[in-house]
């Protein structure tokens, strides 16, 4: 009997950060910890698709594809990308950088005439800057929506699934449903 193996992307919450004016933002954003990264782009929504909050290729960031607004106010939370965190900090917020902001990541697969590279959106986080003095601790309101490509190999039959990502762990499932961690019904 062959094994049956299937690709699913599972999604685990959307962030939504708040901060005053004038502070720092963190927008968080997990990639793989394996995989050679070719591009990470992070880009706001309804920003001209030229322009990028931030872009990184080649281990280094280029300024000459960040939009005006943005320059000399973005940096990576990590600059070795350690872990597979493509996090940035946006410093100096404004109002007017209010919005939802995806990180993008290609990474190469494949060697030789195979090679290709594969955009994918890796998280999104709604970002909501507001006057000085207008923000309260208990309106600050975070969860998590991201998408991470995770790999499930089908066992022996057994309904018992291997998830193969940055934490390593059996899941047990029924032939509908996950755990309450892992909600959703898979099939292949």
Known sequence: MLPLNCVF???SGQDEVQVEAGADATLDCQGLTEGTITVLAW???GMNSVYYVFFYREDRPYNTFQHPSFQGRVELGDPQ???????IILHNT??????TYECHISYQSGSGRDK???PEIISETSLKVVPTG???ASKINVTSYRYHKTFLEFEKLTNRWLKQAQNQSIITASSTAMDSKNVGALSC
């Open 116 to 118: 290709r590279v594969i």
């Open 9 to 11: 992307l599972l999604p």
């Open 81 to 87: 990308l350690k872990g597979g965190n493509m996090s």
């Open 94 to 99: 404004t109002v007017n950088d209010t919005g």
């Open 43 to 45: 880009n706001k929504r």
């Open 134 to 136: 207008e923000s309260e």
